[in-house]
Structure formats: C-alpha cells, structure tokens
C-alpha cells in the first residue's frame, strides 16, 4: 500500500486528512492530488512522523541539507543543525552523510526530529565500496540497491536516485563539451561507473525493481538530476534537457506503478530562464512535484548563495516549482555551521513565502494582513511572532532604547503611520 494506490481507490488515509486539515483545503484534492501523481506525501511505513504534502496547490516546501563528510564528522553538531532548520520551517531533512559514522547518523537524526528524512542511498554505496578497499567505480550493482533496501527498511520517507543517467547521456555528455562537466556528486559516481565498466547505470536497468522496493515500504523517489547545470553557462543545455526526457518516462512508469515520485531540477540557472525550466518539467514529468536546488541566479556570490537562491527560488515556486531545497552562505565553500543553516532555511522560508503570495494562496496572505496589521497598531511583539526569525528583528528593535512605541529610529517624530494615525 502506498499514499498513491489508496488514493487511486478512492480511500482517504490519515495522512491525506492530516495534510489538508494543515493546507486548509478540502481533502478531496489532496486525494485527486496524489492519485493523479501532481502531490505526494513522502512518509515510510516504517515511520511515524509529521505527514507533508507537496505538489500542485498546496504551500511551498522546503528542505534543507545536513550531513558529515569523510574528512568532518560530527555527529552531535549536525543533530543540532536538524533540530534548529525544523523550528526555523524546515519541512523535510536531507541526510547526505558520508562519513564512517553515516549509519549511526541516520538512525539519531530520524528519531530526533518529526519530519520527513530524504538521503542519496549511493552516498552509502559508495563508503561501503571504499570500505572493500576498492574504487567508487569498482562499485557493486547489489550493494546500490542492498543500500536502498536498508534505508527502506529503517524508515526512510524520500531517496534521492539519479535513475536518469544512461549509458546514451554520459557517452553524449562527452561530446558536449560543457564548461562545469557534472556536479552532482551521485551522478558523477555513476557516470564514472558507466564509463568504467561499459554497462549501463543499474538504477536505470533495473527500474522497475526499484518500483518493487517503492512500493513496498511507499518510498517516495526524488528522480535526481545528475546532469544540472553548476554554472550559469551550462543552463537549459541539451544534456540537462536530455536527461529531463529521461526522468519524464521514469515518472510516467512509476505513476502507473502507484509510486509516488518527485523530479529534481536545476541548479544555476538565469533568471530568464527560470519560468521556463518549470514550465518544461512540468510538461515533460506528467506534473510531478518539482523539487528545485536554488536556483542560483548568479555565480559571483560565494558566501552569498543563500541569497541568490532565494531571488530564483522565488521565481521557480511562482512558476511551478514545489519544493525548494535551502542553499546556504557555505554553498561551494564548506559545511554549513549553526548559523549558516539557519540563514538557508529563512532565506528559502522568504522565497516560499513570496512565491505562495504571488500564487494567491489563502493562508500566505493572511499573515501578510496580520503583519500589516501589526505594523498599523504598532504591536511590535505581534510583529516579532509572526517573522521567520523573531530574535533578529527585537535585537534591532531594542537597541534603539526608544521611550515612545509609537515610533523607530529610522523615522521618529515624523513616522508617517503615527502622523496619520486614524486619518486614513
């Protein structure tokens, strides 16, 4: 049983109730939602935890990214770092540990926040193949899917799978002559398989026993897009679009097979051209639920990138997009500290927000009216309470040291809303 095989049914689970009593929509379009492969709601059998709708019409998501590496590993600090992206607004957690300790990680961060965990089982392919002493390209084809049946098992409610990455993509990736190459770090492991071992990528061979896997535990797949563009020049080139067409007919099967699936997108992309790529995946994945890193609107903003993904992320949830995962001020340079995560998780919070507004979502626009509000009646706490981060804005507040509540420093005396108070 899946989300998406009751919802064909016709029954409505608990689940389903519980995301549109959260969305305030009627629960019937949460059901047609995902029967129709345009919602889903990533939530393991194996797992009791909060039920998150994302998809068409519903309020944008967010994810953000923790995890060690092989070189950092510590494992008490990155739980602090999930805990602290959940009570700024994170909907969802992705676990992309590679360090020795990444199994251990898994199973603390999945009992120490309530919202659907996401991984890259390749990521533990790939440490356990190193583990043997070999090379990622020297990789099992059943330690990839021994690694997806684990997470299965343990509870895992999204996994990250670069299905799309086919022997005929990476052998015209090589022609293409693109100026950043690959820079997903699991579509590299297995384009560098491919070309290895002259075989072709297992996670697309052998699909449908992923499906089998799926279904079985309601794994939701998040189609990766190994093949994103890393830098403004390689935007909506043929290999990304390629591999798009790939992932479309993946969708298409795994709808059919009552999986619930996701598509990820891009990336460094210009603003022109951002509308578009949501608009083309949409087209091409059968509506599926777009979950979009950025997107970076320009590449000369290191120790920015939580910024400029929040003028893309604006953009592309505006125009389609469903999911956005945070991008941090340690983007491209390093792991992300306490701070830096929560800079990325309210920089995506003001992106969703904007985006739900543009879109005339009900329940954005009423805490736009309740800030308003609260700025009218000078209800300063009211306007603390209702910002993505309360403490920032009294840190300022307060150091004024003003008598009058009636007023900032900026303006004083001459406030505009004070002067006209009960006039207009």
């Known amino acids: 049983m899946t989300q998406m095989t009751e919802a064909k049914k016709g029954n409505v689970t608990p689940e389903m109730q519980a995301v549109a009593e959260f969305e305030r929509v009627d629960v019937g379009k949460i059901l047609n939602g995902l029967a129709s492969g345009r919602i889903?709601?990533?939530?393991?059998?194996?797992?009791?935890?909060?039920?998150?709708g994302?998809?068409?019409?519903?309020?944008?998501?967010?994810?953000?990214?923790?995890?060690s590496s092989s070189k950092i590993e510590d494992i008490d600090l990155e739980i602090k770092k999930a805990?602290?992206?959940?009570?700024?607004?994170?909907?969802?957690?992705?676990?992309?540990?590679?360090?020795?300790?990444?199994?251990?990680?898994?199973?603390?961060i999945m009992d120490s926040?309530?919202?659907?965990?996401?991984?890259?089982?390749?990521?533990?392919?790939?440490?356990?193949?190193?583990?043997?002493?070999?090379?990622?390209i020297d990789m099992d084809e059943d330690d990839i899917f021994n690694s997806i049946i684990h997470q299965a098992k343990d509870g895992v409610d999204f996994m990250t799978l670069h299905c799309g990455i086919n022997q005929d993509l990476v052998?015209?990736?090589?022609?293409?002559?693109?100026?950043?190459?690959?820079?997903?770090?699991?579509?590299t492991f297995l384009a560098s398989w491919i070309l290895h071992n002259e075989k072709e990528n297992p996670l697309y061979s052998n699909?449908?026993?992923?499906?089998?896997?799926?279904?079985?535990?309601?794994?939701?797949?998040?189609?990766?897009?190994?093949?994103?563009?890393?830098?403004?020049?390689?935007?909506?080139?043929?290999?990304?679009?390629?591999?798009?067409?790939?992932?479309?007919?993946?969708?298409?099967?795994?709808?059919?097979?009552?999986?619930?699936?996701?598509?990820?997108?891009?990336g460094h992309v210009p603003l022109n051209q951002i509308r578009a790529n949501m608009e083309i995946q949409k087209t091409l994945c059968h509506g599926a639920p777009f979950y979009v890193l950025g997107p970076i609107v320009?590449?000369?903003?290191?120790?920015?990138?939580?910024?400029?993904?929040?003028?893309?992320g604006a953009i592309a949830a505006s125009s389609g997009a469903d999911f956005l995962c945070y991008v941090t001020p340690a983007e491209h340079l390093s792991l992300p500290s306490l701070e830096d995560?929560?800079?990325g998780v309210i920089a995506s919070k003001i992106a969703a927000q904007a985006a739900d507004v543009a879109l005339g979502l009900d329940t954005a626009w009423e805490k736009e009216v309740e800030m308003a509000q609260a700025r009218k009646n000078f209800d300063w706490e009211k306007q603390f309470d209702l910002a993505f981060d309360s403490v920032k804005p009294r840190h300022y507040r307060n150091k004024c040291e003003l008598d009058d509540d009636e007023m900032c420093a900026m303006c004083g005396e001459y406030c505009a809303v004070k002067i006209a108070k009960g006039d207009f």
């Open 298 to 312: 320009t590449d000369l903003a290191p120790g920015y990138d939580h910024i400029t993904s929040a003028i893309g």
């Open 207 to 266: 699909y449908d026993y992923l499906l089998e896997i799926a279904l079985e535990y309601d794994i939701t797949l998040s189609l990766g897009d190994g093949l994103r563009p890393g830098c403004q020049s390689d935007a909506t080139d043929t290999s990304q679009i390629q591999e798009l067409v790939t992932l479309g007919t993946l969708v298409k099967r795994a709808q059919e097979a009552g999986v619930q699936t996701m598509v990820e997108g891009p």
């Open 171 to 187: 052998y015209k990736l090589q022609e293409a002559k693109r100026m950043m190459g690959i820079v997903s770090r699991g579509g």
């Open 341 to 343: 995560v929560k800079e």
């Open 54 to 67: 994302i998809g068409q019409g519903l309020t944008t998501k967010i994810n953000a990214n923790i995890g």
């Open 83 to 108: 805990k602290l992206a959940v009570d700024f607004g994170a909907d969802a957690i992705m676990d992309l540990s590679t360090g020795p300790k990444l199994l251990e990680f898994r199973e603390r």
């Open 40 to 52: 889903v709601i990533p939530k393991n059998i194996n797992r009791d935890t909060k039920a998150c």
């Open 113 to 136: 926040v309530d919202v659907a965990i996401g991984t890259v089982p390749i990521y533990e392919a790939g440490v356990v193949t190193l583990n043997k002493g070999n090379e990622i």
